[in-house]
């Protein structure tokens, strides 16, 4: 054992710091404590380690002790950043669970875990926050030479401004200025902090006094009646809030921005752009009250009771049955006992819509979290939480992560959505599940709520594991949409298509439109053709790092991979045998709204999918126009499938059913009846019964009778004996190993290397290696290795270990030189 004590300093203790760093090692490494920073080490601070030759990281302590590594030398610590720790005891225990299940390291947790701002490290990127006011008098010398330097060049790197200050300790400067609002942090400097502001109008002091008020009305309305209509309406807005926003007014009076901007010009009127707070709400005053349903009610009451026993409770509630106002109460409850909330949600985009609906019963209480929020607002979240400013957090998958301490309920809405699973990076995690053992570590209730249950959910609820509530009818006795299915091999023999829309979409459409309601229409797939194809050779334009053929986008004139986002100019003609006759086979949303904006052209059609959504208050802006009104028809991808509730939605098309249907994969069934569920139930929500039509070539499919009978129970027990004799969850678990290499050769004698180790241990259990539906993605050739386990009669815990200790051992032969392996637990 190495000795640090020496003499000169026999009054002192040598401790030691093991850190997390975020890194994808195995081990943590272990770092010597300077005598000076003894007092201030404590675990869940952060610490400035150097780690190889020259990088430098924060890291975070996970234990001390007075005990040396035993292998190597350990080197000094080189600064503790924290006053007091930033990660909780809680949630490292958390992390570390979450290495053990979903095989992988607590440095990738820990990556995934922390805000970037929360991480820095040497290629960390620092650029002037664009929204912060620097007073340079008040910098000190160090702080003045890094804002000079970034005027010069607006990105720098941490190891930039360890040359810059000729110092290698440059975190606790860094770490000043973010807390000061003078820098921003950021892993990707795509994302790029943009406040979000809002336009408020204030009626000039000078027409306060009411003689001079009424001479300017009477003017106005004999010149300009619709600039008199503004200030009269700004008048009777001024009686009811303080601040008016210049939308709020045009909305009110009726009037466009160029009347608002005539009375800006004649100064009766100031605009004042205000930068609005992402989290926070300005005016919540006043709480939005309501009353549960008799059926509500009993449902709310069933589910409290059950929580007397068990910890997770499933509510199986149809669409638009009030399981919001359910969760709403529950929400209550907690914060009434003086406990944290977690509300997680499906989707990033779905958070702000929801938000909208829960800040009029929490106002300031409710934070939000996800990972489209920048690092300054993510950091400021994360403090908020662990200062216990929030009572109730909202968000996304990654919000599993944040450092609670006192969590009394988790609400997991929508809890059979994919989106809760992540596929890379490691850790491969679902946040379902994740918050499930999270709720369990503060003896947390847990509410799942579904319209459509994931089969594991549900056979859980079914064995009694779960406790399970049910509400069966819409909320308000609201009917579920009366659904058509159409053939559209019986349309195109009696020509009656156009375009890609039936005859019975067309008329639901137009109906709709004459009746001045609003219409989604579902298509799961983006771009506007997936398929180029050359007539004469059948030559197909394919992705040069992957194995997927390119999708044309008409908007860029490009041809896309989704995969990699390889890009290249669409073709006139064919590269292969210089034919000019290519056509594009297929459709996505973008030739929907395309042919829609012909067959209608007075509608008003929108697109929503990955392609418009990518700025970053674009869904919000989106959804804010079809709730206004302002967006007749809204053509999308799944994102129109999850959680929106607007009004004036009475007619729902799935244009193509089958894609959905025909997926190569054990759950296909499951998910095309959740989509088709999910979609459907967008319709009519209050008032009117709504419209579905979904168009296919095969009308008489099994699960889409189910659809239209909404009968899940019955999908459920056709489907769970499948699952049951071809040995799938959630009678068996699952652990896929994908085995990745740029050249194929190698990774054909790897991954066969690997199967033949794994059938050592587990014989028949292991099916592979083969190659999955797509063999190349960025470059990487990809073979795919199965393994199956009895849920109830083996160990998954001794399972997991020799897993870890066979990739181990390959990655100490020869063999292994260039290949990645990655395990994922629970891969669908």
């Given at each position: 054992?190495?000795?640090?004590?020496?003499?000169?300093?026999?009054?002192?203790?040598?401790?030691?710091?093991?850190?997390?760093?975020?890194?994808?090692?195995?081990?943590?490494?272990?770092?010597?404590?300077?005598?000076?920073?003894?007092?201030?080490?404590?675990?869940?601070?952060?610490?400035?380690?150097?780690?190889?030759?020259?990088?430098?990281?924060?890291?975070?302590?996970?234990?001390?002790?007075?005990?040396?590594?035993?292998?190597?030398?350990?080197?000094?610590?080189?600064?503790?950043?924290?006053?007091?720790?930033?990660?909780?005891?809680?949630?490292?225990?958390?992390?570390?669970?979450?290495?053990?299940?979903?095989?992988?390291?607590?440095?990738?947790?820990?990556?995934?875990?922390?805000?970037?701002?929360?991480?820095?490290?040497?290629?960390?990127?620092?650029?002037?926050?664009?929204?912060?006011?620097v007073d340079r008098s008040l910098l000190h010398d160090k702080e003045f030479l890094i804002v000079d330097a970034l005027d010069i060049q607006p990105i720098l790197t941490v190891s930039d401004i360890v040359k810059l200050l000729g110092q290698k300790i440059v975190m606790p400067v860094l770490k000043s200025m973010f807390d000061k609002n003078i820098i921003h942090i950021s892993e990707e400097v795509s994302e790029r902090y943009k406040p979000r502001k809002r336009a408020y109008v204030r009626l000039n002091p000078f027409y306060q006094d009411q003689e001079m008020l009424k001479e300017l009305f009477v003017q106005l309305e004999r010149r300009a009646p619709k600039q008199a209509d503004a200030v009269l309406a700004y008048i009777k807005l001024s009686r009811e809030q303080k601040q008016i926003s210049k939308n709020d007014l045009m909305e009110a009076s009726g009037v466009g921005a160029s009347i608002?901007?005539?009375?800006?010009?004649?100064?009766?009127?100031?605009?004042?752009?205000?930068?609005?707070?992402?989290?926070?709400?300005?005016?919540?005053?006043?709480?939005?009250?309501?009353?549960?349903?008799?059926?509500?009610?009993?449902?709310?009451?069933?589910?409290?009771?059950?929580?007397?026993?068990?910890?997770?409770?499933?509510?199986?509630?149809?669409?638009?049955?009030?399981?919001?106002?359910?969760?709403?109460?529950?929400?209550?409850?907690?914060?009434?006992?003086?406990?944290?909330?977690?509300?997680?949600?499906?989707?990033?985009?779905?958070?702000?819509?929801?938000?909208?609906?829960?800040?009029?019963?929490?106002?300031?209480?409710?934070?939000?979290?996800?990972?489209?929020?920048?690092?300054?607002?993510?950091?400021?979240?994360?403090?908020?939480?662990?200062?216990?400013?929030?009572?109730?957090?909202?968000?996304?998958?990654?919000?599993?992560?944040?450092?609670f301490d006192n969590l009394g309920l988790v609400i997991i809405d929508e809890e059979h959505e994919t989106s809760y699973k992540q596929f890379d990076p490691a850790p491969r995690y679902n946040a379902r599940d994740a918050a499930i053992y999270l709720a369990n570590r503060y003896q947390a209730k847990v509410l799942l709520g579904s319209a459509t249950p994931s089969f594991e959910s549900y056979f859980n609820a079914r064995t009694k594991k779960y406790g399970f509530a049910e509400l069966t009818e819409r909320f308000g006795g609201v009917s579920l949409p009366e659904t058509k299915v159409v053939s559209i091999t019986e349309e195109m023999k009696r020509k009656t298509m156009q375009s890609h829309f039936t005859s019975v979409l067309m008329e639901a459409i137009e109906e709709a439109l004459k009746s001045k309601e609003q219409v989604i229409l579902f298509q799961n797939r983006r771009g506007y053709a997936p398929v180029l194809v050359c007539r004469v050779c059948a030559f197909t334009p394919r992705c040069i790092n992957c194995d997927v053929s390119l999708t044309y986008h008409k908007s860029s004139s490009h041809l896309h991979c989704h995969y990699c986002g390889y890009k290249e100019e669409s073709l006139s003609i064919c590269p292969a045998c210089g034919s000019t006759h290519l056509e594009y086979k297929g459709f996505g949303t973008e030739k929907i709204e395309d042919e829609l904006q012909v067959l209608l052209p007075d509608a008003r059609i929108a697109r929503m999918d990955l392609d418009t959504t990518r700025a970053r208050n674009a869904y919000q802006n989106l959804l804010n126009d079809l709730e206004e009104k302002r967006i007749d028809i809204l053509v999308g991808t799944q994102m129109v499938a999850k959680g929106l509730d607007f009004s004036d939605v009475t007619v729902i098309g799935i244009i193509n059913a089958d894609s959905l249907l025909k997926y190569p994969d054990y759950r296909a069934n499951e998910r095309s009846f959740q989509m088709l569920a999910q979609v459907s139930g967008r319709a009519g929500r209050r008032g009117k019964q709504g419209k579905v039509v979904i168009q296919t070539y095969n009308p008489e499919h099994r699960v889409i009778d189910q659809v239209i009978r909404n009968d899940y129970k019955e999908l459920y027990l056709t489907e769970i004996e499948e699952r049951k004799s071809f040995k799938y969850p959630p009678f068996y678990r699952i652990i896929q190993m994908d085995i990745k290499h740029r050249d194929a050769e190698k990774l054909y004698h790897q991954a066969e290397y690997l199967g033949v180790e794994l059938r050592k241990h587990f014989g028949d259990r292991v099916i592979g290696p083969e190659y999955p539906l797509i063999s190349r993605i960025r470059n990487f050739y990809i073979k795919s290795i199965m393994l199956k386990f009895e849920r109830d009669t083996i160990s998954i815990v001794k399972v997991k270990a020799v897993i870890r200790d066979v990739i181990q051992e390959f990655q100490t032969t020869k063999l292994s030189k260039g290949c990645i392996v990655q395990p994922d637990v629970d891969p669908y």
């Open positions: 054992m190495l000795e640090f004590n020496e003499t000169q300093h026999t009054d002192r203790i040598t401790l030691f710091a093991e850190v997390i760093l975020p890194l994808a090692i195995s081990k943590n490494y272990t770092y010597r404590v300077p005598y000076e920073l003894n007092d201030v080490v404590e675990v869940g601070k952060r610490v400035v380690v150097q780690f190889g030759k020259s990088k430098l990281y924060t890291a975070v302590i996970n234990d001390i002790t007075e005990v040396a590594p035993e292998r190597y030398q350990a080197k000094y610590l080189m600064e503790v950043l924290d006053d007091r720790p930033v990660v909780t005891t809680q949630q490292l225990d958390f992390w570390k669970w979450l290495a053990d299940y979903y095989l992988c390291n607590t440095g990738e947790v820990m990556a995934a875990a922390l805000p970037a701002a929360l991480k820095l490290a040497s290629e960390t990127r620092i650029m002037l926050n664009p929204d912060g006011e608002i901007k005539s009375l800006t010009e004649k100064e009766v009127f100031f605009i004042e752009e205000k930068n609005v707070s992402r989290l926070y709400y300005e005016d919540n005053s006043e709480f939005a009250t309501f009353e549960l349903s008799d059926v509500q009610q009993n449902v709310l009451e069933d589910i409290q009771d059950q929580f007397k026993q068990k910890e997770v409770v499933l509510l199986h509630g149809v669409t638009s049955s009030g399981k919001t106002e359910i969760y709403i109460r529950l929400v209550e409850e907690a914060i009434a006992a003086g406990k944290q909330v977690l509300y997680l949600l499906p989707e990033i985009a779905l958070t702000t819509h929801v938000i909208e609906r829960l800040r009029k019963y929490f106002g300031n209480d409710i934070g939000v979290y996800h990972s489209r929020f920048n690092d300054n607002e993510r950091v400021e979240v994360w403090q908020k939480v662990l200062n216990h400013e929030y009572k109730v957090v909202l968000g996304a998958r990654s919000s599993v992560f944040l450092p």
